[in-house]
């Protein structure tokens, strides 16, 4: 885990992967907190605490990671973070409006996965939203699911029952990344046939690097114009999946 926040802290300013994902996210955070004046956020696996600065820009935002290096980075950067973990959230029931996490579920073994979706339902306030972003598609499972602790890898159907028992009405799924998809499956396919890597390879590492100026700036453009598609449709297939559910209402907020 200290390797991949490093590896993380890195690359999460630059890379395309991350500019990415918070194009995707950013209209959900719209429809998410339009209806509060101030909104208190929790961020649930927030890691280094980058997405927090982005959950910034709609309310007030707190975070909590497992990790003390996690915790570490994220309170050096001015972030609202604690140590705790997403199967036993530290706070009252009903005390957010919006709880995201981001590439955190698909790490959790079965019964932690579930008791993590609960605890998230419960700290939302009746209204209230979640947002989670986690890996697709099972045969894009490759080195960088070693370095990234994957337990699994999400289909559409898959992660809306996950939601739908928790007691979540899911109100959007999509997959993002779909951009990708001819450079990473025949990639992760050549991996796994000649066998995946250990943590500590430098092939692993290297799932984590930033590409190269020119690269990097080419697959980032594309993701843009897959996240101005994304506003307006689902798309059916993509290395991400990125779902937007709420807690109903048994009242007035």
């Not at 885990?1 to 802290?9: F, G, H, K, P, Q």
């Not at 959950?55 to 915790?71: K, M, N």
């Not at 890996?135 to 602790?149: D, E, K, Q, V, Y």
Request: aromatic share 6%; proline share 5%; net charge positive.
């Amino acid at each position: 885990m200290e390797r991949l926040l490093d590896a993380t802290v890195r690359a999460e300013q630059r890379h395309f992967w991350f500019r990415g994902l918070r194009r995707f996210v950013r209209p959900l955070l719209v429809r998410a907190t339009e209806d509060y004046p101030h909104p208190d956020i929790l961020d649930c696996g927030c890691g280094t605490g980058t997405n927090l600065g982005v959950l910034a820009d709609y309310g007030l935002s707190r975070g909590i990671d497992r990790t003390w290096a996690g915790v570490r980075r994220a309170r050096a950067a001015g972030r609202h973070v604690g140590q705790a973990t997403v199967t036993h959230l530290p706070f009252s029931d009903g005390r957010f409006h919006l709880v995201t996490s981001f590439d955190v579920l698909y790490c959790l073994e079965s019964g932690d996965e579930r008791a993590a979706v609960s605890e998230m339902f419960r700290v939302l306030r009746p209204g209230g939203r979640v947002i989670v972003n986690v890996a697709a598609m099972p045969i894009l499972t490759g080195n960088h699911s070693i370095l990234a602790h994957e337990v699994r890898r999400y289909t559409a159907p898959g992660l809306r029952v996950l939601l739908e028992r928790a007691g979540f009405a899911v109100e959007r799924i999509t997959y993002t990344n779909t951009a990708m998809l001819p450079i990473l499956v025949p990639l992760r396919l050549m991996q796994r046939a000649l066998g995946l890597v250990r943590e500590d390879d430098e092939d692993a590492q290297r799932e984590m690097q930033v590409p190269s100026r020119p690269v990097n700036a080419v697959l980032d453009r594309m993701l843009a114009v897959e996240a101005a598609l994304v506003r307006h449709v689902d798309l059916p297939c993509g290395s991400s999946l990125l779902a937007m559910a709420r807690k109903p209402a048994t009242g007035s907020d």
